[in-house]
């Protein structure tokens, strides 16, 4: 088979419709799944337009003809008229109409889907019919605020209609996901006009065990790549969110490890360790980790920092007794493996500095370099620590 389509349309205006046109040859041997065989190939050809319309409505109208190309095939003529709605209320509609005629008969062809919800945007109802099968369904779900450790449902009621009898099935399905397995179970009652009814109960637990490195953890079943998230001492037991994305969080780390299994391969990813739960002074060092993972690739990565403090203090001028405002500071360890962290006094005097490590530290003022304060950190302190007034000492020129 080959195929051939263009499109027009025309972007400065809205007034005109998107013009589309395609043709199709086919040969002798080839089939489409959804039509029965033929003796000779078929010659397609059609065309649709699509209009956009006011307040999120669009439509298609579409005509397309097809005659055989030998044989004793019939020549076929398709409409295609499709609506498609998405409101700002909330619901959704889309409708198709699609009658073929050949040889005097008519074959109709679409459907119709509606979805809506309720105004407090916590349910879910989807109603859809199928032309072709001749079958209705009618669902409702519940819309849960979160993804995980939520309980999860859905009703559904479905019709069918066979050749010999009719099936009217009834069913749901309750579900909760949680960050270290999932678990499911969906009752089904079917009832048939030809008799022989059945009842049907479904369940699943799911969990899997991953490792990396040697670190072993349990978490939801992996589909691809993941990444194993281990504390340090210092955060471990602590409430640390993992939120692929910067988005929802897919995992929690509060004990020994935590397992973010839904890594797609060959594609990058970020994810982000949020740390708003920590106590002050804690920190869960790099904030954002990136990934890009293989085929079925595994991960270990450790979350935490060896600083454990937080220190609040103030500068003053011992000369004029007055707070030295709005300079600007970098405090440099005694042990030069620790990393420097820059600070800012406000308009008292006083300044802040998260993620420090027990020891000894010297204050250096950007804007007064010839003058060194230093405080010390005692051993024992972890979390908020509270320096009080460091005094400010001017040097005297000889």
Same mark, same amino acid.
């Given at each position: 088979?080959?195929?051939? !389509?263009?499109?027009?349309?025309?972007?400065?205006?809205?007034?005109?419709?998107?013009? =589309?046109? %395609?043709? %199709?040859?086919?040969?002798?041997?080839?089939?489409?799944?959804?039509?029965?065989?033929?003796? &000779?190939?078929? @010659?397609? #050809? #059609?065309?649709?337009?699509?209009?956009?319309?006011?307040?999120?409505?669009?439509?298609?109208? #579409?005509?397309?003809?097809?005659?055989?190309?030998?044989?004793?095939?019939?020549?076929?003529?398709?409409?295609?008229?499709?609506?498609?709605?998405? !409101?700002?209320?909330?619901?959704?509609?889309?409708? @198709?109409?699609?009658? %073929?005629?050949?040889?005097?008969?008519?074959?109709?062809?679409?459907?119709?889907?509606?979805?809506?919800? !309720?105004?407090?945007?916590?349910?879910?109802?989807?109603?859809?019919?199928?032309?072709?099968? &001749?079958?209705?369904?009618?669902?409702?779900?519940?819309?849960?605020?979160?993804?995980?450790?939520?309980?999860?449902?859905?009703?559904?009621?479905?019709?069918?209609?066979?050749?010999?009898?009719?099936?009217h099935a009834v069913g749901g399905t309750v579900r909760y996901e949680m960050y270290r397995a999932s678990a499911q179970a969906r009752p089904e009652f079917f009832l048939r006009t030809a008799g022989q009814d059945e009842a049907r109960m479904t369940g699943q637990f799911s969990t899997g065990l991953v490792w990396a490195g040697t670190t072993l953890a349990v978490t939801r079943p992996i589909r691809d790549s993941f990444a194993i998230f281990v504390p340090r001492p210092e955060v471990e037991g602590h409430r640390i969110l993992l939120r692929p994305g910067a988005g929802a969080p897919s995992a929690?780390?509060?004990?020994?490890?935590?397992?973010?299994?839904?890594?797609?391969?060959?594609?990058?990813? %970020?994810?982000?360790?949020?740390?708003?739960?920590?106590?002050?002074? @804690?920190?869960?060092?790099?904030?954002?980790?990136?990934?890009?993972?293989?085929?079925? !690739?595994?991960?270990?990565?450790?979350?935490?920092?060896?600083?454990?403090?937080?220190?609040?203090?103030?500068?003053?001028?011992?000369?004029?007794?007055?707070?030295?405002?709005?300079?600007?500071?970098?405090?440099?360890?005694?042990?030069?493996?620790?990393?420097?962290?820059?600070?800012?006094?406000?308009?008292?005097?006083?300044?802040?500095?998260?993620?420090?490590?027990?020891?000894?530290?010297?204050?250096?003022?950007?804007?007064?370099?010839?003058? =060194?304060?230093?405080?010390?950190?005692?051993?024992?302190?972890?979390?908020?620590?509270?320096?009080?007034?460091?005094?400010? @000492?001017?040097?005297?020129?000889?």
């Amino acid at each position: 088979a080959a195929e051939l !389509s263009h499109l027009f349309a025309l972007l400065y205006t809205r007034r005109w419709p998107v013009v =589309e046109v %395609t043709g %199709t040859v086919e040969s002798p041997d080839f089939r489409r799944v959804s039509t029965p065989a033929t003796d &000779a190939g078929r @010659l397609r #050809g #059609g065309v649709s337009l699509n209009q956009r319309l006011q307040a999120g409505l669009s439509t298609t109208f #579409g005509v397309v003809h097809s005659r055989p190309l030998g044989g004793d095939g019939a020549e076929e003529t398709t409409l295609r008229l499709s609506l498609a709605h998405r !409101s700002p209320r909330g619901y959704t509609l889309n409708a @198709l109409i699609s009658p %073929t005629f050949t040889e005097g008969e008519v074959f109709w062809r679409g459907g119709l889907f509606v979805r809506f919800g !309720s105004e407090e945007r916590n349910l879910n109802t989807t109603v859809s019919y199928d032309l072709v099968q &001749a079958s209705a369904a009618v669902q409702v779900s519940n819309v849960p605020s979160q993804a995980f450790r939520e309980l999860q449902w859905a009703a559904d009621y479905r019709r069918s209609a066979g050749i010999e009898d009719e099936v009217h099935a009834v069913g749901g399905t309750v579900r909760y996901e949680m960050y270290r397995a999932s678990a499911q179970a969906r009752p089904e009652f079917f009832l048939r006009t030809a008799g022989q009814d059945e009842a049907r109960m479904t369940g699943q637990f799911s969990t899997g065990l991953v490792w990396a490195g040697t670190t072993l953890a349990v978490t939801r079943p992996i589909r691809d790549s993941f990444a194993i998230f281990v504390p340090r001492p210092e955060v471990e037991g602590h409430r640390i969110l993992l939120r692929p994305g910067a988005g929802a969080p897919s995992a929690e780390l509060a004990g020994r490890a935590a397992v973010v299994p839904d890594l797609a391969s060959w594609r990058g990813t %970020t994810v982000r360790v949020d740390g708003a739960y920590l106590p002050e002074g @804690l920190s869960v060092g790099n904030r954002d980790v990136s990934f890009f993972p293989g085929y079925r !690739s595994g991960y270990r990565v450790i979350v935490g920092s060896a600083a454990s403090v937080y220190v609040v203090g103030r500068i003053v001028d011992a000369t004029t007794g007055e707070p030295v405002a709005l300079e600007a500071g970098e405090v440099v360890p005694e042990d030069d493996a620790a990393p420097r962290e820059m600070f800012f006094t406000n308009r008292e005097g006083r300044f802040e500095i998260a993620e420090l490590r027990p020891g000894r530290y010297f204050i250096q003022l950007l804007g007064r370099p010839e003058v =060194e304060l230093e405080f010390d950190i005692p051993d024992d302190i972890s979390g908020r620590y509270e320096l009080g007034d460091v005094i400010l @000492l001017e040097e005297e020129n000889p």
